[in-house]
């Protein structure tokens, strides 16, 4: 995925007014297959499958022994096996982490790495419906958030088409056999979308409050992240008992949002301190500039006791005040457009 195509600003107002596209080039994607592929998944992953009907999908994490993240996934059910969908920066290590749990011989199951059989492509903004919906035999209010089909293109050709996004507006996921991925590409361009690079899908994901794994999970638990909504404790899974020890010691320090009080332009580093008269309380996690908002807002791990919203900080590398907030930072566009 490429950072900026033409300017950043002007893709991110394409995925907030109209329709952006982006090339999920470097996706990871893993097939598991075989008796026990439910209870395989179940064992690698903060959710259990045992729910998940056929066209749904189910958003979890990949855990380390430690409990720390290693990857969001996205899992996507067919019945009598199962795709695994990974976030290109964390493809790579998820992929050998599923195959090598997949090799152990604990499970029936076969564990095949994809990712270089399809193209797949994202349109996002208020107008990517309308533009799905040509891909689509039934109307598009019929394919449900967190769901997908398997559905004909043209002749001897099918497109796995889903309905997930990162941006907060409407979002969808076209996944084509490779050679096909250049005409796909050029189709979705003919029909309106255009393309956009991770810099301005940076900016939505964290208006959303959608956390970038990249940037803010190195060698920390989803506690530190905001993430245990995505993990289930009523299974067992690889982690979870580093995981229970972990929250039952009470992690130091928590996860805030926050906004910069004045129309800062300047972005801090991952780890600038954040002070309360010039006694230190915490780090910037991830921080970007929000051309909506006219200000740079971000995240960050701070003590536990001041974990609140509505709070002055300060940025000790900017000597700037920001005050945390809660989250979405605004509400996307697409809240106000009906889905037809």
Request: aromatic share 8%.
């Amino acid at each position: 995925m490429q950072s900026v195509y033409s300017d950043s600003v002007a893709e991110y107002e394409l995925l907030r007014s109209a329709s952006g596209l982006l090339d999920y080039t470097g996706l990871g994607l893993v097939r598991i297959a075989g008796n026990e592929a439910a209870a395989f998944l179940s064992q690698v992953s903060t959710r259990s499958v045992d729910f998940l009907l056929e066209g749904q999908i189910s958003s979890a994490l990949l855990l380390n022994s430690d409990g720390t993240v290693l990857s969001e996934v996205l899992i996507h059910c067919n019945g009598a096996d199962y795709l695994v969908e990974i976030w290109p920066a964390q493809a790579a290590a998820a992929t050998e982490y599923l195959v090598a749990v997949g090799t152990t011989g604990v499970h029936d199951v076969t564990v095949q790495d994809v990712s270089d059989e399809y193209c797949v492509f994202g349109i996002e903004g208020p107008h990517a419906p309308a533009i799905a919906q040509k891909f689509l035999p039934f109307p598009i209010t019929s394919l449900s958030y967190a769901g997908f089909v398997t559905t004909p293109w043209r002749e001897g050709l099918e497109l796995l088409v889903s309905r997930t996004g990162v941006t907060g507006e409407y979002g969808y996921k076209l996944h084509v056999p490779v050679a096909a991925g250049n005409e796909l590409r050029e189709h979705l361009v003919d029909l309106g979308a255009r393309q956009v690079g991770t810099a301005a899908v940076d900016v939505c994901r964290m208006e959303m409050r959608f956390a970038n794994l990249e940037q803010e999970a190195a060698g920390v638990t989803p506690f530190e992240v905001g993430l245990q909504w995505m993990v289930d404790f009523g299974h067992d899974f690889i982690g979870k008992e580093a995981l229970v020890a972990h929250w039952e010691a009470g992690p130091p320090r928590r996860p805030v949002c926050w906004v910069a009080s004045d129309r800062l332009q300047s972005i801090p580093d991952s780890g600038s301190g954040l002070v309360v008269e010039d006694e230190s309380v915490g780090a910037v996690a991830h921080a970007v500039f929000s051309p909506r908002l006219g200000r740079v807002i971000g995240t960050a791990r701070v003590d536990a006791d001041v974990a609140a919203a509505g709070l002055k900080l300060t940025l000790e590398q900017l000597t700037r005040p920001v005050r945390t907030t809660g989250a979405p930072f605004l509400v996307a566009t697409s809240f106000g457009v009906p889905l037809e």
